[in-house]
């Protein structure tokens, strides 16, 4: 049936493709892997575990939420705020199961997610909702991302929440801590257990523009 005629989707989104679910998972455990050995993640472990002598195995904290994925649109099949609109939107509809390259610029921890961000081109941004910033005075596709884990009772949705929240402080004005430089990249702590690694080469992720029904 043609998309006018079928219930709307959980959610619009880019899927990558497996070849690169793959290599971006890898990335992602060898990230979490070293930056558990860190003194200078080891100094802020109370943020994680609210207890400063405990130890935290990262690998084990964070469980996978399924298909790497980037949301433009949660649509929760039409009962989400703008849902029909998006489906309707000529950009969406043209568009709908073409092949996409996501720029995949930093990795950010907090005790409640991991994910990457991802940084839109313009043409990508036609496929981007202008209400996914929320209240915040980002920019649009600031909340671009893929989640690529939660802590234990956490919702997948926390992940673009905690990303807002890390650029809102850089927004503010808060460079963060310089914490380390590794060999993806440089490491930076904004507090609250709050950790982002600058991507040195970003990574390149071939992914379709598709919908989830689930
Ligand atoms: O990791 P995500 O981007 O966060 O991918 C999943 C996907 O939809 C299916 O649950 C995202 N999601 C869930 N609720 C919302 C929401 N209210 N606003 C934006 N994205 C959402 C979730």
Request: aromatic share 10%; glycine share 8%; with cysteine.
């Amino acid at each position: 049936a043609p998309l006018e005629e079928v219930d709307l989707p959980l959610f619009f989104g880019w899927f990558l493709l497996s070849s690169v679910q793959e290599k971006v998972r890898c990335t992602s455990m060898d990230f979490l892997k070293t930056l558990d050995t860190l003194e200078a993640f080891k100094k802020h472990l109370a943020d994680f575990t609210g207890k400063a002598e405990k130890e935290v195995d990262l690998e084990q904290y964070f469980k996978p939420k399924g298909a790497l994925h980037c949301t433009t649109k949660f649509c929760n099949y039409g009962k989400a705020e703008g849902a029909k609109e998006y489906a309707e939107n000529p950009a969406v509809k043209a568009l709908y199961g073409s092949a996409f390259e996501l720029s995949l610029t930093a990795l950010f921890v907090t005790p409640r997610t991991v994910g990457a961000r991802v940084s839109l081109t313009d043409e990508q941004l036609q496929l981007w909702p202008a209400d996914a910033e929320q209240s915040s005075s980002l920019p649009p596709g600031s909340r671009a991302h893929i989640t690529l884990g939660c802590a234990e009772g956490v919702e997948p949705v926390q992940t673009g929440l905690d990303l807002l929240d890390i650029l809102a402080l850089q927004q503010d004005g808060q460079q963060g801590e310089p914490a380390e430089e590794m060999e993806l990249g440089s490491l930076t702590y904004y507090g609250e257990g709050r950790w982002l690694l600058s991507l040195r080469e970003p990574i390149g992720a071939p992914a379709c523009f598709s919908s989830f029904y689930g």
